[in-house]
DNA sequence: TTGATGTTTCCATATTTCTAAAAATATGGA
DNA sequence: TCCATATTTTTAGAAATATGGAAACATCAA
């Protein structure tokens, strides 16, 4: 990932409804949610939604498909995992008290994978 | 960590300078980097480079400690790492496919680590 | 086609952020 | 004390972002 995306993935983050909306997702997935669903749920109106969604899109953190007359959004899971490693990578070789810690605690909550 | 926090964190990382600062604090570590340093490595003026480490200092990313007449800037692992586990939190106990290979990712980088 | 529903675009306003010069503050040496 | 160096604070204009109502657009059902 460039710097470019990494910077706009952590400003599309660095709000306090689309940070909201990105971990509803995330709850959500893989099912999505409707843009209407979305904005009922996190009580915004309908054009700020849309304008949030629409800046989440463009940093690639979402996707969506039409489905009848919703449009349905969806996590995406592998660029946020992009992200966290372009943050983590530079300490990646120097520091491994950071990457340590941190993939332990990642380890910890992938009880059975089978890694599909 | 708070949500708000996150969101500082977030925010602050989401500008090309202070990216270009933490990144290269990080690389530092743990020796850390004078302010001036920093103004004079990344070209940026002492009152624009003192503006942005406040804001990294602010959403405490870095860290601070005067030293005769410099004062110098380290990066706050502990804290980056914090802010990435809130990120995966969400996922982790229902999407396995994503921890999964960024804990791999993490762990083939932490080679001969005794866990001080 | 008409009407109902879901979403986005347009637009104006309010707010925040970026930038860097100038002035103020802190430190250490002579 | 006075001076040089290092950093921060103040300030303010320009640019970017947030917000939400109204209108436009898309889809489906009758």
Redesign the interface.
Known sequence: ME?SN???S??A????TR?AIF?LL??Q?PDGLAAGELARQLSVPHATMSAHLAVLSRAGLVVSRRQGRSIIYR?N??H??EA??F??R??????????????E???G???N?D??
Chains 1, 2 share one sequence.
């Open positions: 710097t990494v910077i706009e952590f400003s983050l660095a709000q306090e940070l971990r995330v709850r997935e996590a899971l592998n946020m995992q966290i490693r943050l983590v530079d300490c990646c070789a120097g520091h491994p008290e950071v990457c340590g810690p941190l993939a605690s990642l380890i909550c992938t009880p994978q890694r599909k």
